[in-house]
């Protein structure tokens, strides 16, 4: 459903700023810029910086924090599998993000940074999540913070509008490979008949996994000139 909202408000915005966006040329050749949906989408709260290298190449950089309690799955005890005990905790901390990509704007008609774009891009985002650690020797446990690694290679394609000047409307879309990685404690039990007793031992869960990545979304900004 949130995806759902997310997409019908993009549409919106494509037929509002193309009915107002000039076609001729401009004279901006930098953009700062929030991304609205990113806090919804993998709780993140973005700034980006785009900069035109000449009237067809741009690079882009991108920072910001990461809430963990905004994260459907770095929040979620799915960090774990069925054969291992823990747990995430759903409590709010803070994490980073950092991005880089170089924009392309191919068609006659653009002019970086405004117009069509594809765009290569890799993103590194880190969660900081509180898990439960039990101890071996009573059996208590206690909350430990770890840090939760995405490293993320896509390909975007896009439109910037520059509108009046002034105010930058950048709709995105793309697909690329997500690395996850991250170490959380565990804990291993074992229950011996024979005894009528159970043991365990703790250990550590190790995720290293990639997976198929895809995103979409709006960034809004103001669009300026160096001299």
């Not at 459903?1 to 001729?24: D, G, H, W």
């Not at 793309?174 to 365990?200: C, H, M």
């Given at each position: 459903?949130?995806?759902?909202i997310i997409?019908a408000?993009?549409?919106?915005?494509?037929a509002n700023?193309?009915a107002?966006e000039?076609?001729?040329g401009?004279?901006r050749?930098y953009?700062?810029?929030y991304s609205l949906?990113?806090?919804l989408?993998?709780?993140e709260f973005?700034?980006?910086?785009?900069?035109?290298?000449?009237?067809?190449?741009?690079?882009?950089?991108?920072?910001g924090?990461?809430v963990?309690?905004?994260?459907?799955?770095?929040?979620?005890?799915?960090?774990?599998n069925?054969?291992m005990?823990g747990s995430?905790?759903?409590?709010?901390?803070?994490?980073f993000?950092?991005q880089g990509a170089?924009?392309i704007?191919?068609l006659?008609?653009?002019?970086?940074?405004?117009?069509?774009?594809i765009?290569?891009?890799?993103?590194?985002?880190?969660?900081?999540?509180d898990?439960q650690?039990?101890?071996e020797a009573d059996?208590?446990?206690?909350i430990?913070?770890r840090?939760?690694?995405?490293?993320?290679?896509r390909?975007n394609?896009?439109?910037?509008f520059i509108?009046k000047?002034?105010?930058?409307?950048d709709l995105f879309?793309?697909?690329?490979?997500?690395?996850?990685t991250?170490?959380f404690?565990?804990y291993?039990?074992?229950y011996?008949e024979?005894?009528?007793?159970?043991s365990?031992?703790?250990?550590?869960?190790r995720?290293?996994?990639?997976?198929?990545?895809?995103?979409?979304?709006?960034?809004?900004?103001?669009?300026g000139k160096?001299?």
């Amino acid at each position: 459903m949130r995806n759902s909202i997310i997409v019908a408000v993009i549409l919106f915005c494509i037929a509002n700023v193309s009915a107002q966006e000039k076609t001729r040329g401009h004279d901006r050749n930098y953009v700062i810029k929030y991304s609205l949906f990113q806090p919804l989408l993998s709780g993140e709260f973005p700034f980006s910086f785009e900069h035109a290298i000449n009237s067809t190449l741009s690079y882009e950089v991108t920072a910001g924090l990461t809430v963990s309690q905004l994260n459907n799955f770095a929040s979620s005890p799915n960090l774990f599998n069925s054969s291992m005990s823990g747990s995430a905790y759903d409590d709010s901390k803070i994490g980073f993000v950092l991005q880089g990509a170089l924009r392309i704007y191919p068609l006659s008609k653009s002019n970086a940074p405004r117009g069509f774009f594809i765009s290569p891009e890799l993103k590194f985002r880190q969660y900081r999540i509180d898990v439960q650690k039990i101890h071996e020797a009573d059996g208590s446990f206690s909350i430990v913070e770890r840090p939760f690694n995405q490293f993320i290679l896509r390909f975007n394609v896009g439109y910037q509008f520059i509108i009046k000047n002034a105010l930058a409307v950048d709709l995105f879309g793309g697909i690329g490979l997500n690395q996850r990685t991250g170490k959380f404690p565990v804990y291993n039990s074992a229950y011996d008949e024979e005894t009528d007793t159970w043991s365990g031992q703790s250990g550590e869960y190790r995720m290293n996994k990639v997976i198929p990545h895809a995103t979409i979304g709006v960034r809004i900004g103001f669009a300026g000139k160096f001299k």
